[in-house]
C-alpha cells in the first residue's frame, strides 16, 4: 500500500486539521467528538448528515451556506457514533426543527436513531430522512435495502437551499421525501480501493475486469465483467435507473457523472457525453449537471451515474447560492 | 469435599468481569485481522478493527473510573463501545451491554442463572436493534443457540454451563456458512453471501469463550 498518510489512525483527525485549515472562512471542527459545522449559525432548519470517512468532499465539503450545517465523519468507511450526531444537532439546532440526512447503511441508521432518540429525550425535534438511491441492490424484504449513494450529493444541496431561504421543517422534509422518490444511481469499478486501516484492497479484480453495480465501500455489485468501452458501459448503467425513475419523453433531469476518487476528470467527461446521448434519444432533457469527484470511494478508479428528475421547484433551488469548500456557485 | 458442587456454586465477581473485559480486549486484537479478513468478502472489511478499537476504549474508560458494581461495569463497557465502534457492531453490542447492566443493576457478584437473563436481555436487545432473526447469519445465530445451552444447563457446574454455551455458539457460527444473509451489508450480495462464516457471529463466539475463560476462576 501507498499513500500519503502519517498514521492510519490519524487520517480522520489529520483530514480535518487540513480541512479546518483550507476552509476556516466556511467551516468550524470540533475534535472530541468529531464534527464539523458551518462558522455562523443563524435561526432556521439545520442539516445534519454524517457517515463513514473517505467519501470526500461528501460530508464535510458541502458544510456551509446553502446545504449542510454540519456533518459527522465516522471512521474510514464506519458510521460516525451517536455522541458525534447528538453533539452536532446540538450545536446547529436553533429550535426550527433538525433533518438528520441518513444513508440507508445499517450502521448508519443505528447510529442515528441511537443519537435522534437522546435528542428526543431534550426536546430537539429530530426528522431522520433516509436516502437509498442505488439500482445496482434490489430493494426487497431480505436485503437491507438499496444502498444511499449520489443522490445524497443532489438532496443536501437541494434541501440545503429550502433551509436557507427560511422554509419550516415540513417543507423541508417534503423536498427531502422528494429527493428521496425522484433519485438513482449506479456505479463501477476499475479497481478497488485500499481502506488505510487494512491497507489491503477490498475485493481482488482481474486487470481487464470490472465490477458493475458496485458500492461507495468497495461492495460488490451486480456482476463482474470484461471491460468494455464507456459507452457501453454508460448504456448498461442507465437502463436500469431511467426505467426505475420511469422517465418519459419530455421530462427533466439533474445529472451528475461522479468520479469515485481515482478517475481523471477526462474520463468523466468521456462518460457524461454519453450519458447526456442516451437521455436525449429519450426525449430527456439534462436540465443541470455535476461532472466530478463529490461522493468516493477512497482510490477506487470508477464512476456513477445520478440522475434526479426535477421541477421547476427543484431547479430553483439547485440554483440557489451555495458556499462550501465542495460546492459553490451563485454567490 | 464435592468438588463439582462447589465449582456450581461459584459466582461471577466484579473481578471476574474486569478480567473478560480485559480478556475481550485481548482476543479482539489478536483476531483483529482474522475478523477483518472475514469481514471483507461479505461486509466492508472493518469488523476486527472496530472491534479492536472499541475495547482499547472500554479499558481506557475503565481505568478512567473503575466501576463499583457490575451494572455499572456493564454501562462502562457499553457506552465506550457506542462512542467508538461505529458501524453496525457499536449499536449492536453497545445494546446489549447497556440491556445486561439494566438486568443486573447494582449487585457486585452473579450467579448462573443472573449473567443467563441478564445475556437474554442483551440478545433480545440486539435482536430489536438490528430487526434480525434466527437464520439472518447475523450474530444471533451464535447468541441463540448459546442461551438455550445456558437455559438447559439446570444442575450442571458454573463452568460446565459455559463451556456448553461456547460449543453451541460455536456450532452456531459454523451454520452461518451456508446461510443467505439477510441483514446487513451481507445482504446486498444475495446468492454471494453462501459460503462465507459470519464475521459478528465470530466475534460473539469470542465473547462467550472469554466468558466460559475467566467465570468462575
Partial sequence: MKKIINDANAVVLETLQGMEKAHGDIIKVNYDPFFITRKEIKKKVAIVSGGGSGHEPLHGGFVGLGMLDAACPGAVFTSPTPDQMEAATKAVNTGAGVIHLV??????????????????ADDIKVEAIVIDDDVAVKDSLYTAGRRGVGSTVLTEKIIGASAQRGDDLSAVVKFANYCKDNGRSM?????????PASGKPIFDIGDDEIEMGVGIHGEPGRERMKIKPADELVDYMMEPILSDLSLKNGDEVIMMVNGMGGTPLIELYVAFNHAVEVANKKGIKTARSLVGNYITSLDMQGFSITIMKANADILKLWDAPVWTAGLRWGI | ??????????????????????????????KKDYLTQLDSPIGDGDH???????FDAVIKAW?????????????TVSMAIIKNVG???????????????????????IDLADW????EKGIEGIAQMGKGQKGDKTMLDAFYPALAALKSAAGKSLKEALSDSVQAGTNGMKDTIPMLAKKGRASYLGERSIGHQ?????SAVYLLEIAADKFGE
Fill in chain 2, 63 to 75: 481505568d478512567a473510573k473503575p466501576p463499583i458494581d457490575i451494572g455499572e461495569a456493564f454501562k
Fill in chain 2, 1 to 30: 469435599m464435592d468438588c463439582r458442587v462447589e465449582m456450581g456454586d461459584l459466582m461471577i465477581t466484579l473481578s471476574n468481569i474486569h478480567s473478560f473485559v480485559l480478556g475481550l480486549q485481548a482476543v479482539y486484537t489478536e
Fill in chain 1, 187 to 195: 456505479g463501477m469499478a476499475l479497481t478497488s480501493c485500499t481502506p
Fill in chain 2, 87 to 109: 458501524g453496525s457492531s457499536g449499536p449492536l453490542y453497545g445494546t446489549m451491554f447497556l440491556r445486561m447492566a439494566a438486568f443486573v443493576g447494582k449487585k457486585t457478584e
Fill in chain 1, 103 to 120: 444513508k440507508n447503511y445499517t450502521g448508519d441508521i443505528m447510529n442515528f436513531q441511537m443519537a435522534a432518540d437522546i435528542c428526543a
Fill in chain 2, 48 to 54: 476486527g478493527i472496530n472491534m479492536a478499537r472499541g
Fill in chain 2, 116 to 119: 443467563t437473563s441478564a445475556l
Fill in chain 2, 198 to 202: 459470519d464475521p459478528g457471529a465470530t
